[in-house]
């Protein structure tokens, strides 16, 4: 709306007010993006510990060297508490 006074333009300018099921509708938006957000978050910290979980390989190279290191550890201790 435009007000002419004196050769000088003043523009007012209303916000219109959003009905209540608009307001609600944007209630509902951003609570839905917030759980999207915290869907992401925890997608990427399932995925970091998925990312930590030995592969096949480091599995493979593990499992001998344990047994090894168990079998040495046995007979180090057999001989050092034979009587």
């Known amino acids: 709306?435009?007000?002419f006074r004196n050769d000088s333009v003043a523009i007012f300018?209303?916000?219109?007010?959003l009905?209540?099921?608009?307001?609600?509708?944007?209630?509902?938006?951003?609570?839905?993006?917030?759980?999207?957000a915290n869907v992401e978050l925890g997608l990427e910290?399932?995925?970091?510990?998925?990312?930590?979980i030995?592969?096949?390989?480091?599995?493979?190279?593990?499992a001998p060297m344990g047994m090894l290191g168990g079998s040495a550890t046995t007979i180090a201790l057999a001989f050092a508490f034979r009587g």
Do not use: C, G, N
Request: proline letters at 7%.
């Open 19 to 36: 009905p209540d099921e608009h307001s609600l509708a944007l209630r509902q938006a951003d609570q839905l993006r917030t759980d999207i």
């Open 54 to 62: 030995p592969t096949r390989k480091e599995l493979w190279r593990a």
């Open 45 to 52: 910290v399932i995925m970091a510990q998925l990312a930590r």
């Open 1 to 3: 709306m435009a007000h």
């Open 13 to 17: 300018w209303r916000t219109p007010r």
